[in-house]
């Protein structure tokens, strides 16, 4: 029954925006957490980058999601998992280029690009805990695209915003695949928060577009991690073991 209501979190992961989701996943928190198994909200900074975009630069953008922790034989390691429902990679600081439209060009003249790019990520590997406070995290990270925009942005004479997004999901690979690394820290004495840095580096050409150089998403995550019921769980564990 556990298991079930594992997979329909993360097939609701894939219909539902980030909120349904998120909200979903608060109210299904002591449901999933058991003695073997720690359920948990997952989020924070990150901040995105490309290889192959050498006028490219990183900007801090917000995630958020759920992961899964599972108890192996060995109390050492972990299998990880889960989905970021909300999480963006691409560039910052772009060069403009011509949009066909006059007005457009004009406007944008001298401005600056950001390319954001949403997808659903889903990490899957490993966590070593080194003890019961501090650990490491390895995963494949296969990632599905949702949308994809060029933000072109400027000033005004007067000193005023200008903002133009541009559509560019059909520029962009439906599907990204990488790898992810990283630290963490558990408060609590090891049943708290965990505090998590992770590093992201891109396998697959993210343009569809042959001609242009290879560009890869990267990006460096600030993350925390925040178990849902975890305590619950605990507690039942330790009544079913009197």
């Keep these: 029954m556990r298991f079930g209501a594992i997979l329909l979190t993360f097939l609701i992961a894939g219909i539902l925006p980030a909120k349904s989701q998120v909200l979903i996943s608060l109210l299904l928190g002591d449901k999933l957490n058991s003695g073997k198994v720690e359920f948990g909200l997952d989020g924070g900074i ?56 006059p007005d457009l060009d004009n406007a944008f003249a001298g401005g600056q690009v950001q390319r954001k790019i949403n997808y659903f990520n889903v990490p899957f590997g490993m966590k070593y805990k080194f003890s019961d406070r501090i650990f490491a995290i390895g995963a494949v990270v296969p990632s599905l695209r949702s949308k ?53 580096y891109g396998l697959v ?19 925390i991690g925040i178990p849902i019921g975890a305590a619950k769980a605990r507690e039942r564990e330790a009544g079913k073991n009197k």
């Design 46 to 101: 990150n901040y995105p980058n490309m290889r192959g975009l050498s006028d490219g630069k990183a900007k801090g953008l917000f995630n958020i999601g759920f992961y899964f922790d599972i108890k192996t034989k060995n109390p050492k390691w972990l299998v990880h998992t889960g989905v970021l429902v909300k999480a963006s990679l691409g560039t910052y600081g772009l060069p403009v280029y011509s949009l066909n439209n």
């Design 205 to 223: 050409d993210v343009v569809v577009d042959d001609t242009t150089p290879n560009q890869y998403n990267t990006s460096v995550y600030l993350a």
């Design 148 to 200: 994809a925009y060029d933000i072109f942005t400027n000033k005004t004479p007067d000193g005023g915003d200008l903002e133009y997004s541009r559509a560019i999901k059909d520029q962009i690979h439906r599907l990204d695949f990488g790898l992810m690394g990283g630290l963490g820290y558990r408060l609590m004495g090891g049943n708290g928060m965990n505090l998590t840095i992770r590093y992201y």
